[in-house]
């Protein structure tokens, strides 16, 4: 689980229990122009504990997006508002993706 961040130092019985207790794996978004091309990308899969916010965590790739997603036309506006509205809600939440990855392997 050392991949995941967030996740350092913990068993899959304690991964466990958090998410019972309403924790979960979230990425953010973030993108990135350059004139006439635009690159949507995600962050590191990060695990967030029960009450613990996403807002601090957000804010890397927030201000990448602010910064360098709008000026690529017509998708950096377009993706640009998309990642900010994803990071300031929480990120995405993936943790199907990744419980369904620990099952498989």
Do not use: C, H, Q
């Amino acid at each position: 689980m050392g991949a995941i961040i967030g996740t350092e130092g913990m068993s899959n019985e304690d991964i466990a229990r958090e998410l019972d207790r309403g924790g979960k794996f979230v990425v953010f978004e973030y993108t990135i122009s350059i004139i006439i091309m635009t690159f949507k990308r995600a962050s590191k899969v990060r695990f967030v504990k029960a009450g613990e916010g996403t807002f601090v965590p957000s804010l890397p790739y927030t201000f990448i997006t602010m910064a360098f997603g709008w000026w690529g036309i017509p998708w950096g506006p377009i993706y640009s508002f998309m990642a900010l509205y994803s990071n300031l809600t929480g990120g995405k939440d993936v943790t199907g993706d990744v419980l369904g990855a620990m099952r498989n392997g």
